[in-house]
């Protein structure tokens, strides 16, 4: 603070501040409550009273359908006459009529008339759908519990083989009844306590997993089902197979995340060792050169790139063809590892440049002291290296797995549906595709929180702390 305040004046420091405190109140604070509260609201679509509203709308819709239908047709007007399809023909053979039996020869039945149009019962969906007995939004394994058990209100639906003008009266009961319990529910849950934490709960969820005898015993072979057994993700009831798909595809995306990074870490230590430490300067910046240019170009288009390498037409699998070491394509589309590899190559420069950062930072003569003590050159890294360059590496790993955990172009474009989804693509699913926005926002605000928590314990294993940051520049 006092080094702020000497190089930058009282001034240049309070702007700082005050647009550090701006950046993280309405880019980070401001976000995440709005998200943790639409987390805890439930839908309002899946309350009692929209069910209630929904039966309302449902019988006034059938009500309007109803009297459109039974109206008489209105009566024709002047002008010029449309040529008559019941009239019979020239040589006794009648052309079918559609309004009723011609005067002779072969007709076929009436399809309609003024006595259809008046006893005919329409079938209307919405009059199907007018009804007290709705059943209500309960979560999964709950009992069903409908509208009118519950409420205590009549039992009211519109029986389809009733005359129309019958139709229309019990389609004006069940609106009245409806409208009268969407009143006294609103009533009640202005009342109750707005919040819940049942958009949470659906994560763990178990759904059905609808399986043969065949497919079962082929599926309970699988190590990866095995381990979701271990862990309590994958059971079964009453011979029935249940799996808690959100977890599922949780606990997938953070490992293969982990994975990603890993892989990262691996490629690029190597890299930043050479660029740091082992090369002269004028090689250091040719190298520079060669990992900053690709980044020029737009990430997605860095991405497409990719297919083109990965298809089964494409660069890969026609190299190998070529040189005869396969006859079929290989689906890399289809292997988790593939999105590994284009996920390290998109965020490569997140690990780089903090591990070179602190590298370049190192003695050499601490290395060549360990060499001339005999020190291997494993033993060097293990000893030397590694534990100056931590804060590089720690801040590098939680760039690179914070990146790679929310990643969505890259399992989206590269995958093409071949793969299970990741997380994140679940997410996006329950905002935009399913418009289930609450439980989309308790799923991203979960997530972050778990990301947050295997960060602060990633630091805590790397005995790192904030103040060691800094010396990543």
Known sequence: MRGLLRGYGAGLTALFFAAALAWGLVLILLPQLT??????????????????????????????????????????????????????????????????P???????????????????????????RATTHRQLVRDSGAPPEFLDTLYGIEALSVDPAAPVPAQIASAQAVQVAAEALTAELRRREAEAFPYTLSNFETLAAPRLIPMNAAQKAVEDRAIGNRLLDLAGLRFELDGQTYERLGLVTLVRTIFFALCATALALVLCYPIAYKVALASPPRQAVWLFVGLIIPYAIV???????????????????SVLEWAGLIRDPIPFKRFPATIFVVIVYTYVLFMVFPIYNVMATLDRNQIEAARDLGARPWRVHWRVIIPHAKPGIAVGCIATFMLSAGAFSVPRIISRGLQAEWFSQTIYNKFFESENSNVGAAYSFGYTALCFALVALFMWLMRTRLKDFARVQ
Do not use: F, H
């Not at 679509?45 to 008489?72: E, W």
């Not at 019979?88 to 309004?99: K, R």
């Open 35 to 100: 998200m943790l509260e639409r987390a805890v609201t439930p839908p309002k679509r899946q309350l009692d009273s929209s069910i209630a509203l929904q039966v309302g709308r449902d019988a006034q819709t059938c009500i309007s359908v109803l009297k459109a239908q039974a109206a008489p047709a209105p009566a024709p007007s002047g002008g010029l006459a449309v040529p008559s399809m019941s009239s019979p023909s020239a040589g006794g053979m009648a052309v079918p009529s559609l309004g009723g």
């Open 102 to 128: 011609t005067a002779g020869g072969m007709a076929i039945p009436s399809m309609g008339g003024p006595a259809a149009a008046r006893n005919a019962a329409p079938q209307v969906l919405q009059c199907a």
């Open 299 to 317: 990430e997605l288009m860095r991405v497409y790139a990719w297919t083109t390498i990965i298809d089964t037409q494409g660069l890969i699998n």
